[in-house]
């Protein structure tokens, strides 16, 4: 159902741009999980692509966005830290709008890694 791509190995302050393919309209969402830790919200858009949520710690730095052609989504990541490190996971959820909750979220991509190496 989803197809992700883009992940990788950067240095701080780098950039990076994951993309995420659904195969049909849905809201969309990243959530990531760092080693140890509890996956988390990252970023949301509504079906649409042009209402956006995004987690405090990427505000400013990461921008989700969508075309319906194709049903892709993609999420640019810019000014990258350490703390960015973790797997990305992509989400699709049949709710209509910016979805922040993960238990909201029906399909889930495989992860792709992201690391950020100082």
């Known amino acids: 159902q989803l197809e992700e791509s883009g992940g990788g190995l950067v240095q701080v302050g780098d950039s990076l741009r994951l993309f995420c393919r659904a195969s049909?309209?849905?809201?969309m969402g990243w959530f990531r999980q760092a080693p140890g830790e509890e996956r988390e919200f990252v970023a949301a858009?509504?079906?649409?692509?042009?209402?956006?949520a995004y987690a405090d710690s990427v505000k400013g730095r990461f921008t989700i966005s969508k075309s319906n052609a194709g049903n892709l989504m993609s999420m640019q990541m810019n000014s990258l830290k350490p703390e960015d490190t973790a797997v990305y996971y992509c989400?699709?959820?049949?709710?209509?709008?910016?979805?922040?909750?993960?238990?909201?979220?029906?399909?889930w991509g495989q992860g792709t890694q992201v690391t950020v190496s100082s």
């Open positions: 049909g309209g849905y809201a």
């Open positions: 989400a699709a959820t049949t709710k209509s709008g910016p979805t922040v909750s993960e238990h909201e979220y029906k399909f």
């Open positions: 858009i509504d079906w649409i692509g042009s209402s956006t």
